[in-house]
């Protein structure tokens, strides 16, 4: 259980378009989600705090017009990297955390990562 | 504020020796530990946890105690395999606070044959 996806799991864009990167929990829901960064050879850097059904909750020095989060449901949560660039290229990972009340609703479950490379 | 201090790495060793990968924290109040690995080009999977002073976590060898006295979560497993290569975190977070992650730096095990 506590499975969570992510799509694309690479994904390569040309500098200025718009990428968007999809967050599911696959068995349980979660109200709330986690977008994060990692550098290589470094710690995740959290992003954002995404909550479903309200504004998402950035982290300091982080471009809330630029890394538009939207959490519609219950499973689902997206990040969309908008006017990319090159030094946007990184790692990005998300993490789900079960409702309230559902057993392990302490532990963030972490997807796969989705590798964006701009040109 | 609430940090995570891990050892560097990486840790090179021989395959069936015996593990250690140092974690401490500074955080107020009693945070729940954790531990996350990452093998290489994939996301973080949950390894252990503990959410209070002296529980034990364990899982697929891997054990950690949440000693409050030293504010210590130290990895530890009894003989590891070449299959254990990897990027292990140590974390902490709190219900209360959101339940953000904290991460230390991460530590690069490298076993070898």
């Known amino acids: 259980g506590a499975v969570v996806s992510q799509h694309p799991s690479r994904v390569i864009c040309k500098s200025g378009t718009s990428v968007k990167i999809e967050c599911r929990s696959l068995?349980?829901?979660?109200?709330?989600m986690f977008w994060y960064r990692q550098f290589p050879k470094k710690s995740l850097m959290l992003m954002a705090t995404?909550?479903?059904?309200?504004?998402?909750?950035?982290e300091q020095g982080v471009e809330k017009d630029k890394f538009l989060i939207n959490h519609a449901s219950l499973t689902l949560s997206t990040l969309t990297v908008t006017s990319a660039h090159p030094e946007d290229s990184s790692f990005y990972i998300c993490?789900?955390?079960?409702?309230?009340?559902?057993?392990?609703?302490?532990?963030?479950?972490f997807g796969p990562g989705t590798r964006l490379t701009v040109l | 504020g609430n940090s995570v201090t891990q050892m560097e790495g990486p840790v090179t060793l021989s395959e069936e020796a015996f593990l250690t990968i140092n974690c401490t924290y500074t955080?107020?109040?009693?945070?729940?530990l954790f531990w996350y690995v990452q093998y290489p080009g994939e996301g973080l999977q949950l390894l252990l946890k503990?959410?209070?002073?002296?529980d034990k976590g364990s899982n697929k060898g891997f054990e950690a105690t949440y000693r409050k006295e030293t504010t210590s979560f130290h990895l530890e497993k009894g003989s590891v395999q070449v299959s254990d290569s990897a990027v292990y975190f140590c974390?902490?977070?709190?219900?209360?606070?959101?339940?953000?992650?904290?991460f230390g730096t991460g530590t690069q095990l490298k076993v070898e044959l």
């Open positions: 995404s909550n479903e059904g309200s504004k998402a909750t950035y």
């Open positions: 993490s789900a955390l079960p409702l309230a009340g559902g057993q392990g609703q302490d532990t963030q479950y």
């Open positions: 068995d349980f829901q979660a109200t709330t």
């Open positions: 503990a959410t209070k002073a002296d």
């Open positions: 974390a902490l977070s709190f219900t209360g606070g959101g339940n953000k992650l904290t």
């Open positions: 955080a107020t109040g009693y945070p729940s």
